[in-house]
């Protein structure tokens, strides 16, 4: 697969083969939407499609905040377009859903999620493929298919119970109501 790469040299984000060792090709994308290699950060000029850098980070957001959509979309926060690639450089260009190459995963790490954020400690920074996205929506749909069966299943029980309940207190009035009547015959 390939990876996001940094050159060292001019800053630029080139697209390369992913070699597995880190150094150029670890990236932490951290709580405040930094995606950061060796100590910068990630720029983005949402006026220049092919303008993006590495520089020293600000912390201002904007230019260097990120975003991680759940279908693995990476949002620049200063303009809402979508990181993507040529095949040799970054772009930041407009999001569009039907192409494979606006979509990323991130492998080898840990993943914390925080608000809107994740926290990324990464070994490798790839694009998702289709298959991918489609296999993590289908799970993400037997997710939530759990979750339907589970409030149902939930919800039947407890009308069940109540039922159980309502003959029983039947059950004790007609009882009450037949030892009273007995005391009466007495």
């Not at 080139?14 to 932490?28: D, E, I, L, P």
């Not at 975003?67 to 690639?85: A, D, N, Q, W």
């Not at 994740?118 to 993400?140: C, D, G, L």
């Not at 299943?153 to 407890?158: H, P």
Request: glycine residues 10%; aromatic residues 10%; positive net charge.
């Amino acid at each position: 697969s390939s990876g996001i790469n940094a050159e060292y040299g001019g800053h630029k984000v080139g697209v390369w083969s992913c070699h597995g060792k880190g150094y150029n090709q670890f990236w932490k994308l951290l709580l405040t939407g930094e995606i950061k290699n060796d100590g910068r950060c990630l720029d983005g000029d949402g006026e220049n499609p092919r303008n993006i850098m590495l520089y020293e980070c600000h912390g201002l957001n904007g230019n260097q905040q990120w975003f991680i959509t759940e279908e693995g979309m990476v949002k620049h926060g200063g303009s809402g377009k979508c990181l993507t690639h040529d095949g040799r450089f970054l772009l930041l260009l407009p999001c569009d859903q039907n192409d494979d190459r606006f979509y990323w995963k991130f492998t080898g790490g840990n993943v914390e999620v925080a608000k809107k954020f994740y926290a990324i400690h990464s070994k490798q920074f790839s694009y998702r493929t289709k298959a991918e996205r489609e296999e993590v929506q289908r799970e993400r749909e037997r997710k939530e298919k759990e979750k339907s069966d589970l409030k149902k299943r939930e919800k039947q029980e407890a009308e069940e119970k109540k039922k159980k309940e309502e003959k029983e207190k039947k059950m004790e009035e007609e009882e009450r109501a037949r030892k009273e009547k007995e005391k009466k015959k007495q």
